[in-house]
């Protein structure tokens, strides 16, 4: 059932204004782990987010690797993996998403790569990082996928991998049963400042009081920070692009393939999904349009080409999709600060390891926002964990489930094996589907080697059952797009 608090659609309602005490501008991943560790305090929290579902830009075309290690030691960014990072089990568990820690290998091509190595285990062991040096034959033991060229490797243990679109799905859910109202498809216009120190956040349809306004917009935060008449906080996408293969060849990867990192590049990498499927890429380019998620012929060539030069056994007859995601460059490879000239405003970004600090993140968030003079104590009766929605594809006995729900019996993806029954929970979550891509987002119902050819017509019917459409209207992404 979908909480009182969450807003799918946008109401034609009477300009009034709500009060809250924060409003978090922005529902990716970092947004939506703000909202959550708020509203399990008495503090009252609205998120909103301009797209029809949460999770819809670079929170959702990831890579999904909760890196252990990302840059030197004594940053803030640092500091927040290492926060993060020893409790991706617990807190994965408590929220129903997919995480692994399944280590990552970095391999070295040539010796001037080794002699590189040795400079990213000193860096990675001063940010204290589990990390060792391996030899040639040390590196085929450890993934005997990785090429016989490769003259040495980086063990980094745990580095681990997460489903980023579960996790933002859930941190929202999650907020959202802890009482966070969650309005989607509102999109940010203005942000006026009150006599008292309370900002007024003004979108198409509603008008909210914040006592402050955490900007958590991604490539959108220069703009809400201007609206805001904050830093000069510049950002653009950096376009990154990926080709999936299937698990035909990534059930046989044991753990993630790095290249070797370059001072000015961190490379093409070979990534375990929590699907089962592996990742190629992603690549880095700077562009302008945020909504550009192109992928062009040229590009995926190299991306197979390079993945192929650390695991040769990649090849083109394994891929089944590419795609391309865009991160939130910026002037500042990270933000986390109260802004220099607004008081109550605090920036939440992060370019490249968003997924990896999102719980630490949000912590800190907390911790800033109280230090302003945010009132907020921790909530005994809050809850901390969501219902587990048991998966065909990984339930130890998977024919059993049919006696928690008959739905269970009907397999609507076959390639990745997802029932009715989790289509059913997706779109009933606290947070639900309303699209086609909600349901993939939230199942992985057709992300398999067909792409959603046999499955398209289940997805579609289930949505348009919940979502109260026909099979001409049923939303296929949130955009809009209709009929399946
Ligand atoms: C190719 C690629 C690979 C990556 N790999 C990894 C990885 O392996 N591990 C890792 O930790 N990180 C990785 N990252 C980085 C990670 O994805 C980001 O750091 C993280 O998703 C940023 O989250 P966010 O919430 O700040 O931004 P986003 O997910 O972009 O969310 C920002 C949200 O704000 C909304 N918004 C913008 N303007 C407004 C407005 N005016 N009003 C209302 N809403 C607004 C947008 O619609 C959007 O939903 C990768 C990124 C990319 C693109």
Redesign the pocket.
């Known amino acids: 059932m979908t909480p009182p608090g969450v807003v799918l659609e946008t109401e034609v309602r009477p300009m009034t204004t709500t009060r809250y005490d924060v409003v978090v501008?922005?529902?990716?991943?970092?947004?939506?782990?703000v909202a959550e560790r708020l509203a399990r305090t008495s503090a009252s929290v609205c998120l909103?987010?301009?797209?029809g579902d949460?999770?819809?830009?670079?929170?959702?075309?990831?890579?999904?690797?909760?890196?252990s290690y990302?840059g030197g030691p004594g940053t803030l960014e640092t500091d927040l993996i290492n926060a993060s990072n020893p409790f991706w089990e617990e807190l994965c568990e408590r929220l129903d998403v997919p995480y692994r820690r399944i280590g990552g290998l970095m391999v070295a091509l040539s010796e001037r790569e080794a002699e590189r190595l040795e400079h990213t285990r000193a860096e990675a062991a001063a940010c204290g990082v589990r990390v060792r040096i391996l030899g040639a034959g040390e590196v085929r033991v450890a993934e005997p996928l990785v090429t016989p060229d490769a003259v040495a490797g980086l063990s980094l243990p745990d580095e681990g991998i997460?489903d980023?679109m579960r996790l933002?799905a859930a941190f929202a859910s999650l907020a959202a049963v802890n009482g966070a109202v969650i309005r989607l498809r509102?999109?940010?216009?203005a942000i006026e400042h009150e006599d008292d120190g309370t900002s007024t956040v003004i979108?198409g349809a509603g008008r909210y009081r914040a006592r402050f306004v955490v900007n958590?917009?991604?490539?959108?935060?220069g703009?809400?920070s201007r609206?805001a008449g904050g830093e000069p906080l510049v950002t653009w996408p950096?376009?990154?692009?990926?080709v999936v293969v299937d698990r035909a060849f990534a059930g046989a990867l044991r753990q993630i393939v790095f290249c070797t990192h370059l001072p000015d590049t961190k490379g093409i990498n070979v990534?375990p999904t929590t699907h089962g499927s592996a990742l190629l890429?992603?690549?880095?380019t700077d562009i302008t349009d945020p909504d550009d998620r192109a992928t062009d012929a040229e590009t995926i060539a190299r991306v197979l080409a390079e993945a192929a030069r650390l695991v040769p056994a990649v090849a083109e007859a394994y891929a089944i999709k590419t795609f391309?995601?865009?991160?939130?460059a910026g002037d500042e490879p990270?933000r986390l600060r109260v802004d220099a000239h607004v008081p109550n405003l605090v920036h939440?970004?992060?370019?490249?390891?968003?997924?990896?600090?999102?719980p630490a993140a949000a912590q800190y968030t907390l911790d800033l926002l109280q230090a302003a003079g945010l009132d907020a104590v921790e909530r005994p009766d809050a809850q901390t964990a969501l219902p587990r929605v048991p998966r065909l594809r990984t339930a130890p006995e998977p024919e059993r489930l049919t006696e928690v729900d008959p739905l269970y019996g009907q397999v609507v993806c076959a390639c990745e094996h997802v029932s009715a029954a989790e289509i059913e929970a997706a779109l009933s979550a606290p947070v639900p589907a309303t699209s086609i891509d909600g349901v993939r987002k939230r199942t992985g119902a057709g992300y398999g080697r067909c792409q959603g050819s046999l499955c398209l017509a289940g997805i579609s019917f289930l949505t348009a059952m919940a979502t109260g459409c026909g099979p001409d209207t049923v939303r296929h992404t949130v955009r809009g797009t209709v009929g399946s």
């Open positions: 501008v922005g529902g990716g991943v970092l947004g939506t782990a909103l987010e301009a797209e949460v999770g819809e830009h670079a929170s959702k075309g990831n890579a999904g690797v909760a890196v990302y997460i980023p933002t509102e999109r940010v216009e979108t958590a917009a991604g490539v959108g935060a703009a809400v609206m950096r376009k990154g692009q990926y990534v890429g992603p690549t880095a391309a995601a865009n991160r939130p990270y939440v970004t992060d370019r490249s390891a968003g997924v990896s600090i999102s």
